[in-house]
């Protein structure tokens, strides 16, 4: 199972980017997706997550500006990132499991892409 993240980034505050994702895997319509994030210095952190029938879940600091969403045409998951601020800033993280349920922690996914940086300066 692989991963291609890609769509980052530099860009000003408040600009809009949109990440992808892409699993080269038959039956992608089976696996949940999220998306993850690590600045400089920082631990990863949990941004996004969508199930196999779109259930999504956000962390709080990107509930309202950030979108996740899938297209099973494509075998493809985005992260619309609106409103960008600059401790946005991090390199993002795609990854994949079958879990039926939104998971949120890190260690609940098994396959990850290899990571997009998105830049948001002032």
Do not use: H
């Amino acid at each position: 199972v692989q991963l291609q993240a890609s769509g980052g980034g530099l860009v000003q505050r408040g600009e809009s980017l949109k990440l992808s994702c892409q699993l080269t895997e038959r039956g992608f319509e089976s696996f949940a997706f999220g998306w993850f994030r690590q600045a400089p210095g920082k631990e990863r952190e949990f941004v996004a997550s969508i199930t196999w029938i779109s259930i999504t879940v956000y962390a709080d600091s990107v509930k309202g500006r950030f979108t996740i969403s899938r297209d099973n045409t494509k075998n493809t998951v985005y992260l619309q990132m609106n409103s960008l601020l600059t401790e946005d800033t991090a390199v993002y993280y795609c990854a994949a499991n079958r879990a039926v349920v939104p998971k949120s922690g890190d260690e609940e996914y098994d396959y990850w892409g290899q990571g997009t940086l998105v830049t948001v300066s002032s």
